[in-house]
């Protein structure tokens, strides 16, 4: 073997030959059966996807010519521009290969090559028709060549038209560019053929002019993007001719029918082109094969299941009458866009498409281009239910193919334009895997091959490098596909949409504040400004925002201020401006958008926040980001803030906005039912634990670097007192606190006040982020105390000078921050103070004087005691107070009562007997409904008196609503009049001590 010889096969096997040794002899015998000397085929080897298989086509192609006496056109083919894509067809397509063969007439074709011209569907139409001998420009046209012999001239002028199609196919380098053209050529191809199947079948008919038929094609031949080997789904529909009766044309219209399909998918000299399935059509195959137009739309009208409205979504007439065929259209058409209003239509759709998913094999399933997870019915399924569902009262997602239907919802905003790019070449890349699969043999198949030279050929085929690239991309498709598919298909928004009526969807003037009016909106005519403001226009975010509203007006209707939700979803829109971010996640959510209509409807403080930080809208997608931070996950971050700031003023803005955050996380979650009050008290109080840690440490810095120092010579703490220390804050609490401080340096006092005092600065400091205020009144000796105290001050003042109401205080003194020491030691101090050995009785007295005195001097005049939250008869005071007693009490004995939570401590009085359980739970519902009332107005946006319960019976509903209980206004009134009541007298006899009757 000489050198040349071994690097000419070298060159074949890097051009792609699986057996180069074989592929150089069937060069040989081309060239010598042609007479041709091929001009560098290692070369034009490379580009075919089968070179072994494509030069034993041309060997078997080139035989054919000589024996037809061709061979000077197959010669010729070498210089002209169909020759190379000849060769790439038969490399590319066995079938079409055999089809040249055995018409070897056709390569003039080849030799008559224009890469610029395009077929129409006239085109097409007229190719067909005449080589059935038909006159292409008849209503009617009826074949002149009947039964086999027109059956078998149409098919070879389908496959030559087809012929020329794949080729130009398989010859793009970038097949995905042309995939549109050529499947739309292909369906274009499948309506001539029909429509010279039905000229046969007249030509055989006598009686064919007693009707007029007309051919709907449906599925992928509707909407042009047939597959090469698909079945045409159809639908036929007769009209009878004057004079005809309607029996008579429908029996003739069904001859046709038969006849037609047969000549297309039947036996015959050449291979049928594809079966003709009318399995779409009314009663599917129990109903009649062709039926009037009148009886299809009374069947569409009565009868018809969600899925054959999604069917019709195709129907396009391609054949026969064209008269007929746009009546059909006309009639039917307009139905696809009501079934939306059929009950259960989206969830319908879902489950027709999980059915589809489980009869997979799952052997197939991991291969199915088709029908698999991420595979083309994904991507159809998601752009038709998109389609069905926005398009009543979109006019413009009225279109029938997948890519021009997702063009337009792109264009509208019902996509995102990432999802949609992707969406988009994902499936051209799938479909030219079918096409190329398809092509190999002309049979049906959707899968991708497991074979290992099966692959290699399909990845040449269809422009990959390597089958590792290609299986690579096929794994990022079907895992991106899915993901949208998931995303867009099952959002919660759809079934939503759907139940509405067409005004309702459509937002149309009169009906849309007829329905605002209906739902509850006070100001409808305000409530559709608001509405016109955000739809407005053609940007894509008022595109967006006519998609959301119809289902949001229903959602903002069932939260308790309809009207002030509205607004607050405008002001909030026109602060966002055009961040798509945000009404991505409004439309493509499965809870924000019901969420946030929620939010703005029910919590002003919440709308507050949200338009302060448009963070909060980010957490409504998940449950996780609702869940309010521990204080260690806080104060992590936190720490964090102190760590990298070198600017104490930054680093304190920082903080008070970092616990401005936790409250509108802790306000969403509670107005949205996610957590009780309990938990959101316990919340807000770690969110100000976090703070003051925080501007602890700030201002010892301060203080340290006024006073020229390294460090403090103090240790320094923060006590919680009252509602602060029981963890029981208020979204608008203050913070009630003692100062601590503990050493021995000569100016420790000077200094401990100096730092309480910049804590409070740094606290309550005016800025861009909310303050938090500070209030040191309980600290020994109240106002006319220091503001900081030494602990040993501290232990001295309570063991000798304190009254019994602030031992009774210090039930809930709970240290917050600074050094843990001192926190620990003032603990162990107050402990032999707030649980004494015994109670005196002249305690006792006083105690109950206090009490006593309290409800007569502090409750605000004009405020109707009953109606007093806190210091009403029945409310927060009068349970606090029963419970502490006991603790003053028995806190010594029992470890169980020594807590500074009020419900804590009141379950352990009932375990120990010193509180009757029935009582207990009088109090309980008391305290808990108080609590629940003064979070509830504090989510409603009371500015900052929370502790008066309204009169208004609207303002009462709206409280009901917050606190997500199915009262009315007035049932709400009663029921918290009925507690208070029980759980004063409760208070008469175990805090007063007085004998009641019982209630």
């Not at 007029?212 to 509707?222: D, N, S």
């Not at 497991?450 to 991309?473: K, P």
Request: net charge negative.
């Amino acid at each position: 073997m000489s050198a040349r010889e071994v690097s000419f096969t070298t060159l074949l096997r890097r051009a792609g030959a699986s057996e180069p040794a074989r592929a150089e002899r069937l060069i040989r015998e081309i060239e010598e059966v042609s007479g041709v000397t091929l001009e560098d085929p290692a070369h034009a080897v490379s580009y075919l996807a089968d070179p072994d298989a494509g030069l034993l086509q041309l060997l078997r192609l080139a035989e054919s010519a000589r024996d037809a006496g061709l061979s000077a056109e197959f010669a010729a083919l070498s210089s002209s521009p169909g020759g190379m894509r000849l060769g790439v067809l038969l490399g590319g397509s066995l079938a079409l290969g055999d089809f040249l063969i055995r018409h070897p007439e056709m390569l003039r074709d080849f030799l008559d090559w224009d890469s610029a011209a395009s077929f129409t569907r006239m085109d097409f139409r007229a190719r067909l028709l005449e080589a059935v001998g038909a006159d292409p420009s008849d209503a009617a046209p009826v074949a002149t060549l009947g039964g086999r012999e027109g059956v078998a001239a149409m098919r070879v002028a389908y496959r030559r038209a087809l012929t020329r199609i794949a080729a130009e196919d398989l010859f793009e380098h970038v097949p995905a560019t042309i995939f549109p053209a050529v499947a739309a050529a292909l369906a274009d191809l499948a309506g001539a053929a029909l429509e010279a199947g039905l000229a046969i079948a007249r030509a055989d008919d006598p009686e064919h002019a007693a009707t007029r038929l007309a051919v709907i094609a449906m599925g992928k031949c509707g909407a042009r993007e047939l597959n090469y080997v698909s079945d045409v789904d159809v639908i036929y529909v007769a009209e009878p001719a004057e004079g005809v009766s309607d029996d008579v044309s429908l029996r003739v219209a069904t001859r046709l029918a038969i006849a037609a399909a047969k000549a297309c998918g039947g036996m015959g000299v050449e291979p049928a082109l594809w079966e003709v399935d009318p399995n779409l059509r009314p009663e599917g195959r129990d109903g009649p094969l062709v039926r009037n137009l009148a009886s299809h739309q009374a069947y569409y009208e009565r009868w018809a299941q969600t899925w054959e409205f999604q069917a019709l979504l195709k129907a396009r007439p391609v054949a026969g009458d064209p008269e007929v065929g746009a009546a059909y259209v006309e009639r039917l058409h307009p139905m696809v866009w009501k079934a939306v209003e059929r009950e259960g239509f989206v969830e319908s759709a879902q489950a027709m498409r999980r059915r589809v998913e489980e009869h997979v094999p799952a052997a197939e399933s991991g291969r199915q281009i088709k029908l698999g997870p991420g595979g083309l019915r994904d991507v159809e399924f998601t752009i038709q239910l998109l389609q069905l569902v926005h398009g009543r009262a979109d006019e413009s997602l009225r279109v029938r193919g997948t890519l021009d239907a997702l063009a337009e919802l792109r264009a509208a905003g019902y996509v995102g334009r990432p999802q949609a790019a992707a969406m988009d070449r994902s499936y051209r890349q799938l479909r030219v895997w079918e096409h190329r699969l398809q092509l190999r043999k002309l049979t049906r198949t959707h899968l991708m091959p497991d074979a290992d030279q099966d692959r290699r050929i399909l990845a040449r085929a269809s422009g990959f490098a390597t089958v590792e690239y290609m299986e690579e991309v096929w794994t990022d498709i079907r895992r991106d596909v899915r993901a949208m598919h998931l995303e867009m298909f099952y959002r919660p928004i759809l079934p939503v949409v759907a139940r509405l009526s067409e005004d309702e969807a459509r937002l149309d003037d009169a009906a849309a504040k007829e329905r605002l009016a209906a739902v509850g909106f006070v100001d409808p005519a305000g409530a559709y400004r608001h509405i016109q403001s955000l739809t407005e226009g053609t940007s894509r975010s008022a595109s967006i925002r006519r998609q959301l509203l119809p289902a949001m007006i229903g959602w903002f209707a069932q939260g308790a201020d309809p009207d002030a939700g509205l607004l607050a979803f405008r002001q909030l829109s026109e602060q966002m401006g055009d961040q798509q971010w945000f009404l991505k996640l409004l439309r493509d959510s499965g809870t924000a958008a019901q969420r946030l209509a929620r939010l703005l409807s029910t919590s002003r403080y919440v709308a507050r926040a949200l338009l302060a930080s448009s963070e909060g809208v980010t957490w409504l997608d998940r449950d996780e980001d609702l869940v309010p931070r521990s204080y260690e996950r806080m104060w992590t971050e936190a720490d964090a803030i102190l760590r990298r700031s070198n600017d104490p003023e930054q680093a304190a803005t920082a903080m008070r906005g970092l616990r401005r955050r936790e409250l509108a996380r802790v306000a969403s979650a509670d107005a949205l039912g996610l957590i009780n009050a309990s938990d959101a008290a316990e919340a807000v109080s770690h969110a100000a634990d976090m703070l003051i840690e925080g501007a602890l440490r700030i201002a010892r810095h301060n203080v340290a670097t006024s006073r020229g120092l390294e460090e403090l010579p103090i240790r320094f703490a923060v006590i919680a007192m009252g509602r602060y220390g029981g963890l029981e804050m208020s979204y608008a609490s203050d913070a009630d606190v003692q100062f601590v401080w503990d050493g021995q340096a000569p100016d420790g006092q000077a200094i401990a006040v100096q730092m309480a005092q910049e804590i409070r600065s740094i606290l309550q400091r005016v800025g861009p982020q909310p303050p938090l205020e500070i209030d040191a009144d309980l600290r020994p000796e109240g106002r006319n105390g220091p503001l900081a105290r030494s602990l040993e001050s501290c232990s001295t003042y309570y063991g000798r000078w304190s009254d019994p109401w602030e031992a009774q205080a210090l039930l809930r003194a709970q240290p917050v921050a600074g050094d843990q020491g001192l926190r620990d030691a003032f603990v162990a101090m107050i402990d032999e103070v707030r649980y004494p050995v015994e109670l005196p009785d002249g305690a006792l007295r006083q105690m109950r004087t206090l009490k006593a005195r309290m409800e007569a001097e502090r409750l605000p005049r004009g405020v109707d005691p009953r109606r007093h939250l806190k210091l009403g008869p029945g409310g927060l005071s009068d349970v606090e107070w029963c419970v502490q007693l006991q603790q003053l009490r028995h806190g010594r004995a029992h470890a169980e009562l020594r807590t500074t939570r009020t419900l804590e401590a009141l379950a352990a009085c009932a375990d120990l007997g010193l509180i009757g359980r029935g009582d207990a739970a009088k109090l309980r519902e008391a305290w808990v409904l108080a609590t629940d009332l003064r979070g509830a107005m504090a989510l409603r946006g009371a500015a900052r008196d929370t502790d008066v319960l309204p009169a208004d019976i609207r303002e009462l509903g709206v409280l009901a609503e917050i606190l997500g209980t199915q009262m009315s206004g007035a049932e709400l009134d009663e029921r918290f009049t009925r507690a208070s009541r029980r759980a004063r007298a409760v208070t008469e006899r175990v805090f007063f001590g007085w004998e009641v009757g019982r209630t």
